[in-house]
């Protein structure tokens, strides 16, 4: 553990999910190429597609519809009505499949535990302090194994802007009857964890490397309050 700056007295964990808790990357790489297995099953049309093609309709999309990028299901869900509607289905066949498309990537996305090794340090750490999550992502906390840990997980979308934005963090000492400096964030992101909790007037602590990554190299962004090394070094608050 590094200290950058002095912390203050901490009464609540907010923690991010995504490759701080667990390795998103596989998880995701496995439901997006199941997606697209499923697409080809149920919509024989999108076999003329691969999976570059979808990712460029993402971003066309992100940049006409901005509030997008505040709401990874509403802009998941766009992107399959959109892609099978310029794929050849008419819109009504293309809004019940997003639907369906968007319900089975969820459900392979959240389709993990986080490991045991984690779950024990957070209960360890929850004897002390309230937990909370505060991600970007969708995953279901509940079905990944936090919902027993957490008090409760904040997701961007329907008006509460995604991290960096201050919202989350905000909302989640709102909802704590906390003060924002009395939360200590912990994440892997420099700008949207580190940065973005610092701007919300809560502490930072940045986990780096990321969970099953390497080490990066934060570059003009705000200083976190302490860098950890692994997630078990936060054993040491106790």
Not at 97 to 107: D, H, I, N, R, S
Not at 129 to 143: E, H, P, Q, S, Y
Request: charged share 25%; hydrophobic share 45%; with cysteine.
């Amino acid at each position: 553990m590094q200290v950058f700056l002095r912390p203050g007295a901490i009464e609540a964990i907010s923690f991010d999910l995504d490759d701080t808790l667990y390795d998103n990357r596989p998880i995701i790489a496995a439901a997006e190429g199941a997606l697209l297995d499923w697409l080809v099953k149920e919509f024989p049309l999108t076999d003329r597609w691969q999976a570059a093609d979808w990712r460029a309709l993402k971003c066309r999309l992100l940049q006409q519809q901005a509030d997008l990028t505040h709401d990874t299901s509403a802009a998941r869900l766009a992107l399959l009505q959109t892609g099978l509607e310029l794929l050849g289905y008419d819109k009504h066949k293309a809004n019940q499949g997003a639907k369906a498309g968007l319900a089975f990537f969820l459900e392979r996305r959240s389709d993990f535990k986080v490991s045991k090794e984690v779950l024990a340090l957070l209960s360890q750490l929850a004897e002390r302090f309230r937990l909370v999550g505060i991600t970007n992502g969708n995953v279901n906390a509940d079905k990944i194994g936090l919902g027993e840990t957490f008090e409760f997980v904040l997701h961007p979308g329907r008006g509460i802007r995604r991290k960096p934005w201050g919202d989350m963090f905000l909302l989640a000492a709102e909802r704590l009857a906390l003060q924002p400096g009395a939360l200590l964030h912990v994440g892997d992101h420099p700008k949207t964890d580190v940065e973005g909790a610092r701007r919300a007037g809560c502490q930072a602590a940045w986990l780096n490397p990321a969970f099953g990554g390497d080490n990066c190299r934060a570059a003009n962004t705000l200083l976190p309050h302490i860098r950890l090394h692994s997630l078990s070094e936060l054993a040491l608050l106790l």
